[in-house]
């Protein structure tokens, strides 16, 4: 009973911190909350040269990614669809696309994928988000090491924020992250 009583509100930190780690949910609120993103970003921005990446349009014309830089927040993701993450995020991807497509432009880029397999997986599940394939090499600052790897940039190359896992982007966190770089509408 002295070992408990004693160390009660260790056992408690451990379980509460137990959880926090455990349940994705509570993760990333507590990230989201007390993890600035400018911060953990250091302003890091996307050369002009990591931006000349030659796209080919899945659901969508063919590109540059160059094309995306000056006008409009971007969204870059990089996925697979041998990528179970990536996958799994992919709902809440179409539902941030549905709602914030007018304010950003979505470009999300199937890495080490057949083409074919990438217009199956958008047809099966009626994704419309703007697809492309590299026909270029991607290098710098944007080189995927995991997958999914999503980045928002500003207009000018600033990265935003840079998520290297599995996020659901249809929460009122990323909305109101989002709404604040974009210019108020007239």
């Given amino acids: 009973m002295k ?9 408690i930190l ?22 600035p993103v400018a911060t953990v970003q250091e302003a890091v921005t996307v050369d002009d040269a990591d931006y000349d990446v030659k796209l080919k349009g899945i659901n969508t014309t063919s590109t540059n990614l160059k094309n995306f830089k000056g006008e409009k927040l971007v969204f870059l993701n990089f996925w697979g669809t041998w990528c179970k993450p990536c996958r ?5 991807i179409q539902k941030l696309y549905d709602s914030k497509k007018d304010d950003m432009d979505f470009v999300l880029i199937a890495m080490m994928d057949k083409e074919e397999d990438v217009r199956k997986f958008l047809q099966e599940n009626n994704y419309t988000v703007p ?10 600052k944007i080189l995927p090491k995991v997958f999914p790897t ?24 990323v909305h109101s992250f989002i709404d604040k770089f974009i210019p108020a509408k007239k």
Avoid: H, M
């Fill in 3 to 11: 070992f408990l009583r004693k160390n009660l509100i260790f056992i």
């Fill in 150 to 173: 999503t980045f928002i940039l500003d207009s000018n190359g600033r990265i935003l924020q840079r998520e290297t896992a599995t996020k659901d982007w249809n929460t009122e966190a």
């Fill in 88 to 92: 799994e995020e992919w709902p809440s």
């Fill in 14 to 35: 451990l379980v509460v911190a137990g959880i926090a780690v455990a349940v994705p949910n509570v993760r990333n609120y507590i990230q989201e909350q007390f993890i």
């Fill in 131 to 140: 697809v492309y394939i590299a026909e270029s090499p991607i290098n710098g």
